[in-house]
């Protein structure tokens, strides 16, 4: 009886190693394997990164190289380009009252026009208006002429800005989207839509950058009859000062301000405009928001 008994146990002890080493080995196994995994997700991962950058700077050249291609192909430039164009155009502007010093949207009229010439960009404002476009209007040539194909080297370009009054304005180069929308309408011959109204700088790579003053330009666009307002990637949703009151003793009155994200469509709304806001990234969307 002992006999079998140390017999059923030496069995008991081996099935019991024997379990014990499976699970070991399956445990080790299973380790290595999500190691491994772990290892060829990150490589996955990084790999995927480079080939996205690596796309991302093909692109590049390939526009680069585009654009001066057809500089060569158009002979530099053997002839000008006569064209004309006129755009809308919003920014922000300062405005006194008493000791304060305020800030509201104005519209203005951007009219481009394209002349045989030198190259030259010659910049005008009616009235005298304090704005700076010059840096804005230099790339919107560079871009305009990328996007058409059609070197401007023979061509002056003459940029009049008018407004109804003198006014100082604070933001000059968030018009540079909307000159370059104008620059590509008078190369190529095409009609605005004047309820359509752009904000926001240009780059060089044909994004449309960020600006300021966002709320003040939507609510002059939306007074002076746009229907549509366009802004760079992100800046749908603003950040406004809501005021609130304080009476912490009779006849004494404390206002604070209250920062709140709100949507910019939402917001224009409430301020009893019906408009739409659409967010664009490259002078490419912009243009298509102009002419369809």
Same mark, same amino acid.
Do not use: C
């Given at each position: ?145 990328? +996007?058409? @194909?059609? =070197?401007? *080297?023979?061509?002056?370009? !003459?940029?009049? #800005?008018? $407004?109804? %009054?003198?006014?100082?304005? +604070?933001? @000059?180069? =968030?018009? *540079?989207?909307?000159?370059? !929308?104008?620059? #590509?309408? $008078?190369? %190529? ?104």
């Amino acid at each position: 009886m002992t006999s079998n008994y140390s017999k059923l146990l030496a069995v008991s002890l081996i099935i019991n190693i024997l379990f014990a080493s499976a699970a070991y080995y399956a445990v080790w196994h299973w380790r290595n394997l999500r190691i491994e995994i772990n290892r060829l997700s990150e490589s996955y991962r990084k790999l995927e990164q480079e080939l996205n950058l690596t796309k991302t700077q093909l692109e590049y050249y390939k526009k680069q190289a585009e654009y001066y291609s057809s500089l060569i192909s158009s002979g530099a430039a053997t002839k000008g380009v006569i064209g004309h164009a006129s755009i809308p155009v919003v920014a922000v502007r300062t405005v006194q009252r008493g000791f304060n010093v305020q800030y509201e949207g104005v519209v203005m009229t951007a009219d481009v026009e394209l002349r045989e010439g030198k190259g030259r960009i010659l910049v005008n404002t009616i009235p005298k208006i304090g704005i700076d476009v010059q840096t804005s209007v230099t790339t919107a040539v560079k871009v305009a002429e990328r +996007v058409t @194909g059609v =070197s401007l *080297g023979k061509t002056d370009v !003459v940029l009049t #800005i008018k $407004a109804s %009054q003198e006014v100082n304005i +604070v933001d @000059g180069p =968030s018009a *540079g989207a909307a000159i370059t !929308v104008a620059l #590509i309408a $008078a190369i %190529q011959g095409d009609t605005l839509n004047r309820t359509v109204y752009i904000t926001g700088t240009i780059n060089s790579d044909d994004s449309i950058g960020p600006v300021g003053g966002v709320a003040e330009k939507a609510i002059a666009a939306a007074a002076n009859g746009s229907k549509i307002f366009l802004v760079p990637k992100g800046q749908s949703r603003i950040l406004i000062y809501v005021p609130h009151e304080s009476h912490p003793f009779p006849g004494l009155t404390i206002i604070t301000y209250e920062k709140k994200l709100v949507n910019l469509q939402d917001y224009l709304r409430e301020e009893g405009y019906s408009i739409i806001v659409k967010e664009v990234q490259t002078i490419e969307d912009a243009y298509k928001e102009f002419t369809e």
